[in-house]
């Protein structure tokens, strides 16, 4: 084998493993000076040679050449050395060499700044998802809060006009077994006991159906009459016999007059006229009605004063007694005081004490209850569809009544009413029908 003593090695660290063989002998050798001289790191050499189990050859080549080489070109003085000892220290230096050492530890503190780093990576992306998943959900959650106020009363304020049984077709929709449809015309939406007639809405003469007749011949004898010609709706005129009758026999008079009912357009023409003469225009139109505006064209109005048995003229207004007993009564009968001093705003009529309006038992006990003039209940009615809430009361007599409202299509309605009990349709004058049914 190659042995050049050249090759000695001077570094007091380097070390040999004497039980490697050498295959390459001073090739090796002369690699390996090469190495040092070149001032190549030397801690590689050893690890990789160790790294090689000791019985078989190192499948890298480099090492087995430096380790042959070296071996024979070990120098006297160092065989003085205990094998063991340079054992140990080698392995002690290979296994924990300073250099590697530091960089072990550096790796493992990278590693663990990385895996830091991917956690905190990790837990921030999850904090912004969460963030992103809370914005997102909070926006819906929003929406809901924000949106009803604004669309629902558009809603509530444009769907019942929509969905109310006018404009649906009759001959589609099906209807309670309890009901069935009449057949109600334009005629029909200006006559009727709860007709509103005042400055906005005028008296359709062509369209009343109401029966007209004189006073005189059709009353009791518990009031009176100012002339043969006064006339009222035979409806109304009846109720206003019963009113009188109970009237005399809660006060035990009989000197109630009715001074004017029934106009015809001229005759209230006239009245305007001489009211205009009289006083002013401003005035006339402040308590009588325009010709066609007047609710004494229906037949419905009465205006009452007293006519003692002394034949003495007296007004309502200076026998607050009589005022007082119709105010608390005349709802019975289906009476209404039509202008009251708190509704002139609505009515646009001063407070006549002595004009009352037939309306109906249960109108006129509603607005009697809920203090409304016949502007504000014709209102408040439209609200009462069929489809709808029906308005439902008993009145102070115990009589169970139910009204709905159906607004008023082209030419015709079919307004659904009862087939089991009694009722009445009346046109509002206005925009539609209500339906009175006696339970
Ligand atoms: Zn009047």
Known sequence: MNNNPNNQRKDPDYFIDPRWPDPNGAQGARNNQNRQTKGQPRQNQPRTNRTQPNNQPPRNTQPRRQTQSAQTQRPPQRQNYPPQQRQSYQ???????????????AARKAAGLIVLTVIVLVMLLVSVMIFITRCVSGEISEKPETDPPVTTPEVITTEPPDTDPVTTAPETTSLDENYTYKTMTLDDLHSGYQILVNYQNAFVFDSSKFVIKPFYGNKNLSYKVRDTLVSFDKTA??????????FEADTDRHDILVNSSYRTYDEQDQIYQIKVDQYSEEYASMFVA???????HTGLAVDLTIYTDEKESKTF????????????????????LRYPSEKTDITKIGYENWHYRYVGKPHAYYMKVNNLCLEEYIEALRSFTF?????????????????????????????????NYEYEVSGNNVDGFIVTIKK
């Open 387 to 419: 489809d709808g809430k029906h308005l439902n009361m008993t009145d102070d007599e115990g009589q169970k009544w139910e009204i709905y409202f159906v607004p008023a299509t082209s030419e015709t309605t079919e307004v659904p009413v009862p087939k």
């Open 237 to 246: 005129l009846s109720w206003f016999n019963e009113m009188m009758a109970a």
């Open 91 to 105: 392995d002690t230096y290979d296994q924990f060499p300073p250099v590697k050492h530091r960089s072990r530890q």
């Open 317 to 336: 207004e200076d026998n607050t007694d009589y005022i007082d007993w119709m105010s608390e009564n005349a709802h019975r009968f289906g009476f209404i």
């Open 290 to 296: 325009m010709p066609g505006f007047s609710e004494h």
